[in-house]
């Protein structure tokens, strides 16, 4: 259970890191409605403490116009359609989402070969070809050492956010998988990038 005054003081602070914020849910369900309501909550989160939180915490996400059905069905924001759409599209398939990396990536490079000489982006195409096969080469899928069963084909393809944020949480072993699952959130990503470790920045580089 997280202390009392630290869930205080992370409830309150608007850039709270999300996994506390979801430890505290999880772990103190009386800070539900404030983990809620705090701008770091991410639609993941809110879905799980619509469907699992105390009655304070599902009547404060009402308000805003968050429900969860009967059945456990993903929250839906009746007020702002625009979020709602935000929240569906982060839920794409991890193909729908390489795709778009993909045509990113190759509007970029369109936009890079207009601007310098052809000469000089062919060497550029062929030194980024060489790297990744060796990036992907160079992952190794790590052992699963946690006490609490995750593992790290679960790290690689859950789509469940809350699933990301406690795997990240309490199995450090498998951050490098959560970097590369494309399902993570962007918030955790950033934070995984603070990190400073060399496995997960390498993972981090072929999301790229």
């Known amino acids: ?45 809110k879905r799980w403490i619509a469907e699992f939180g105390d009655e304070r915490a599902r009547e404060t996400l009402a308000q805003y116009g968050f429900t969860a059905d009967a059945f456990g069905g993903p929250v839906q924001d009746q007020e702002a359609p625009e979020q709602a759409a935000q929240q569906a599209a982060e839920q794409k398939p991890a193909d729908a989402y390489a795709a778009a990396q993909h045509a990113a990536a190759q509007q970029t490079a369109a936009d890079q070969y207009a601007a310098v000489q052809s000469a000089a982006d062919q060497p550029a195409a062929d ?13 190794e899928e790590p052992v699963a050492t946690n006490p609490y069963g995750f593992t790290a084909e679960q790290a690689l393809t859950t789509t469940d956010q ?15 998988c959560i970097a590369r699952n494309p399902n993570t959130y962007p918030a955790l990503i950033e934070w995984l990038g603070q990190l400073g470790d060399p496995a997960i920045n390498a993972a981090l580089a072929f999301r790229q």
């Open 1 to 45: 259970m997280v202390d009392y005054d630290a869930a205080v003081a992370a409830v309150q602070d608007p850039n709270a890191d999300p996994i506390l914020l979801a430890k505290i849910a999880y772990e103190n369900p009386e800070f539900g409605a404030n983990v809620a309501v705090n701008p770091r909550c991410y639609p993941g989160l």
């Open 127 to 139: 030194q980024y070809a060489a790297q990744q096969p060796a990036a992907q080469a160079a992952f």
């Open 162 to 176: 809350m699933q990301i944020a406690q795997i990240a949480q309490y199995a450090p072993e498998l951050r490098a």
